[in-house]
């Protein structure tokens, strides 16, 4: 009945995948995603001039306590002794846009694509939050797994978005 899904047992209920058989390994992920909004929001936010404060440190950490929480937000995930999360925000001034990647890694029993995808999208949330006063057009997207390395399952690397 679960077509391969390993979050749904053979009666099509949820389920905690059971991982305390698998040898840890080095897991590492990667994932971006964009707010996109208008230039001169992002010339706002590149100058320092939201009330709020510095939109890059502030989301940065958000992204990094965001992946450190996963296992709190996300009810199947597996709470995991995180080895390293980055969060890193540039601008693309050609697409108005405040791009958003992070890398998050451990050394474990399971994978850490859910950290780092949660990892991105609280950071763009966090950029909203704070921008949201001079700009509630802006759009969060493209948020998506890049990279991923280790585990049973092999390395993944997504293809090229154009």
């Known amino acids: 009945m679960n077509d391969g899904l390993t979050h749904i047992d053979d009666q099509g209920r949820a389920r905690m995948v059971a991982v305390g058989h698998k040898p840890d390994s080095e897991r590492m992920?990667?994932?971006?995603?964009?707010?996109?909004?208008?230039?001169?929001?992002?010339?706002?936010?590149?100058?320092g001039g939201l009330k709020k404060g510095d939109v890059f440190a502030t989301a940065r950490l958000a992204g990094i306590m965001a992946a450190k929480q996963t296992a709190s937000l996300i009810p199947l995930c597996h709470p995991l002794a995180l080895t390293h999360v980055d969060v890193d925000l540039e601008t693309d001034t050609e697409g108005s846009a405040l791009r958003i990647e992070a890398q998050v890694r451990t050394k474990g029993k399971t994978g850490v694509e859910m950290e780092a995808l949660t990892a991105v999208a609280v950071a763009a949330l966090t950029v909203y939050d704070m921008a949201k006063a001079v700009d509630r057009s802006m759009r969060i997207g493209e948020i998506r797994l890049l990279e991923k390395r280790g585990g049973q399952r092999g390395d993944y690397t997504a293809p090229v978005c154009r």
Request: hydrophobic share 45%; no cysteine; proline share 5%.
């Open 29 to 47: 992920a990667r994932a971006a995603g964009s707010v996109e909004m208008e230039p001169a929001t992002l010339q706002l936010i590149r100058r």
